[in-house]
């Protein structure tokens, strides 16, 4: 019968066998020369001790307890778990806290033991039982599997979930994606938006606290008993979301997209940002763009109800600075499905981070001449915008429907007009506006604080 100090010996002994240099002859050169042999046949690399059970000894030196059996008529053989002769002088765990396959103590491997010999004497196989429970609980508390479950049945807008998958897979699917749920501590969520808070996207680590908490509360809908980490980790502990209130004026415009010409990027990256500031678009409605949504001729483009975050099908009138910018694209990249294609595979779009690294670099560009300017995102393009055309005079009606903010209330119910010519021209004036404040040596001023006006 086996001891603790008899494994502790075995191992010690073993573990010298498995390495040590011999001399050999060389059969090119016949020369003799010394090498070192590892995992050589350890001698005595099984010992039994009682009930059945017998330890293993692998090259490596780890030593396994293991049961064979014959259940129904055919021959199995258990791995209980390994040895682990640290736990020896700790306090014996319950037989209810061990699971075969897990490091164990010589005591703790016998209380599985006897517990494999009762499944053995009801006829159930406890190898199989074993696979099985292993099985199922992958399936079932894997975070990974359960995030593609929360996809796949939460109720969003196409934007908005498209939004939330970019952020899990780029951010979370590499390391909680395999894990268990009760292995997503709050101190290993914290490490990870940390670590993406330190790349410079703070707002991104925010999300991607939130999406496992949703992932969490998904699984707790669902009848699970699990402890969501996120709930002991606050949003203003990984980082602080600055207020949402940033519009250029028209001296920065000017600036800006003069020095965006001298950033180090691509020419069709710049069209591309002028392109989203012109049209009022969201940036994951450009990113998505692809070439059946544009009527060139008709010289608008029309996103359907599935990419819209209303859910309702949207008219951007093209003025004729957005149709010269499309046009180029389209003869930069013919073969591809998309308005501005990723750098290195045209069946991709461009990433989210893209258009954002554009401002960041010509910021940087503006700043090296020393001149100050304030940071800005793509969406702040939409602010600046709906502010200047505001205090341009455009009809508010106008400029909400260009920017596809859904009206609430009874006024939603019955003010279902498109007003097609109005945002036409709204947004030719606009692109004329811009053209002259980039043009100017001077201040443009706004187009005659024009109205528009009904047809």
């Excluded at 595979?345 to 560009?365: C, D, E, G, H």
Aim: net charge positive.
């Amino acid at each position: 019968m086996l001891t603790d100090t008899m494994l502790k010996t075995w191992r010690a002994i073993a573990t010298k066998t498995a390495e040590r240099d011999v001399v050999v002859k060389d059969p090119t050169t016949g020369q003799l020369r010394t090498v070192t042999r590892v995992g050589d046949k350890i001698p005595d690399r099984k010992r039994s001790d009682r009930d059945g059970m017998y330890a293993t000894m692998a090259g490596t030196g780890t030593i396994s307890f293991r049961f064979d059996y014959a259940v129904k008529g055919r021959r199995e053989t258990l791995t209980i778990g390994r040895y682990d002769a640290t736990l020896a002088a700790r306090s014996m765990r319950s037989e209810g806290a061990l699971e075969f396959g897990m490091a164990l103590s010589l005591a703790e491997a016998r209380l599985l033991l006897a517990r494999a010999r009762r499944d053995v004497e009801q006829g159930v196989s406890p190898s199989r039982a074993k696979a099985e429970k292993r099985s199922g609980a992958a399936d079932e508390l894997a975070f990974g599997q359960w995030g593609d479950k929360y996809f796949a049945e939460v109720m969003l807008a196409a934007s908005t979930k498209a939004m939330r998958r970019a952020v899990y897979d780029n951010n979370l699917a590499a390391e909680f994606g395999r894990l268990k749920l009760e292995e997503i501590t709050p101190m290993r969520l914290l490490s990870r938006c940390e670590a993406i808070k330190a790349r410079g996207a703070p707002s991104i680590a925010i999300q991607a606290r939130e999406i496992v908490s949703q992932v969490y509360r998904f699984v707790q809908a669902r009848g699970l008993k699990i402890e969501n980490p996120a709930e002991a980790i606050r949003p203003r502990a990984i980082a602080t979301r600055k207020p949402r209130e940033r519009a250029l004026t028209v001296d920065e415009i000017g600036g800006f997209f003069r020095a965006l010409e001298r950033a180090p990027t691509s020419p069709t990256l710049r069209m591309a940002l002028r392109f989203v500031f012109l049209t009022l678009v969201r940036k994951s409605e450009f990113i998505n763009a692809t070439w059946p949504e544009v009527d060139l001729d008709g010289a608008v483009w029309t996103i359907g109800k599935e990419r819209m975050k209303a859910g309702r099908p949207h008219n951007v009138y093209l003025s004729t600075h957005a149709c010269a910018i499309l046009k180029t694209l389209r003869a930069c990249y013919p073969s591809s499905t998309y308005l501005h294609p990723a750098r290195y595979s045209q069946k991709l779009p461009i990433s989210r981070a893209t258009l954002n690294k554009v401002i960041n670099a010509t910021l940087a560009t503006i700043r090296a001449e020393d001149e100050k300017f304030d940071d800005f995102s793509v969406h702040d393009l939409r602010r600046t915008a709906s502010t200047l055309l505001h205090e341009a005079g455009f009809n508010s009606d106008h400029i909400e429907k260009c920017l596809a903010h859904e009206q609430g209330g009874v006024r939603a119910v019955y003010n279902r007009a498109e007003y097609a010519g109005q945002r036409r021209a709204m947004l030719q004036a606009w692109a004329d506006m811009v053209d002259g404040w980039i043009a100017a040596s001077g201040k443009v001023v706004p187009i005659g604080k024009r109205r528009s006006r009904a047809a």
